[in-house]
C-alpha cells in the first residue's frame, strides 16, 4: 500500500510540473504573439535545432545538437567544458520549461553562443513548440 500511495504521489507531482511547463510555455507564447510573432512551428524548430552557424566570434560550426544532442531526451554535454546538460524535453526532465525567467535566460544565452545573435520571438517560440514536441 505505501509503494502505491509513493507511486500515486510522484505521478501528481511530476503531472503538476508537466502542467507548470506547459502553463510557462504558454505565457511565453503569448508574449511572443504580442511581439507579432507567430504562427509557429515545430518543425521550423526542429530545422533551427539541427542547423549549423557560424559567426565571427567562433572559428567552428556550432548548433543546438552541439551540446543538447539531437535527440532531445538525452542528456547532452558543453561543447567548451563538458558540463552534463539534463535532457530538454519535459517528459524526460520535469524542471524543464517550467520557469519563464530561466527560460529567457538561456534563450539570450544559447542564442548568442551558438548562433551569434540574440533570438528573434518567432524562432523562441518555434523552438519551444519543437522541445515540447
Known amino acids: 500500500m ?4 509513493t507511486w500515486v504521489t510522484t505521478g501528481v507531482l ?18 511572443y504573439r504580442a511581439a507579432g ?17 557560424n559567426h565571427a566570434e567562433v ?7 552541439s551540446c543538447h544532442t539531437s535527440n532531445l531526451t538525452d542528456s547532452g554535454r558543453h561543447a567548451k567544458t563538458q558540463k552534463l546538460i539534463k535532457p530538454m524535453a519535459p517528459s524526460v526532465n520535469a524542471r524543464r520549461l517550467t520557469n519563464i525567467r530561466e527560460i529567457e535566460k538561456w534563450f539570450m544565452r544559447n542564442c548568442k553562443w551558438t548562433i551569434g545573435r540574440e533570438c528573434s520571438a518567432q524562432e523562441k517560440g518555434d523552438f519551444l513548440l519543437y522541445i515540447l514536441k
Open 37 to 53: 510573432a507567430g504562427p509557429f512551428s515545430a518543425d521550423a524548430g526542429q530545422r533551427m535545432w539541427n542547423e549549423k552557424y
Open 2 to 5: 505505501k509503494i502505491w500511495a
Open 59 to 65: 572559428p567552428v560550426e556550432r548548433s543546438c545538437n
Open 14 to 31: 511530476l503531472f503538476a510540473q508537466a502542467a507548470s511547463a506547459s502553463s510557462a510555455v504558454d505565457i511565453l507564447l503569448k508574449e
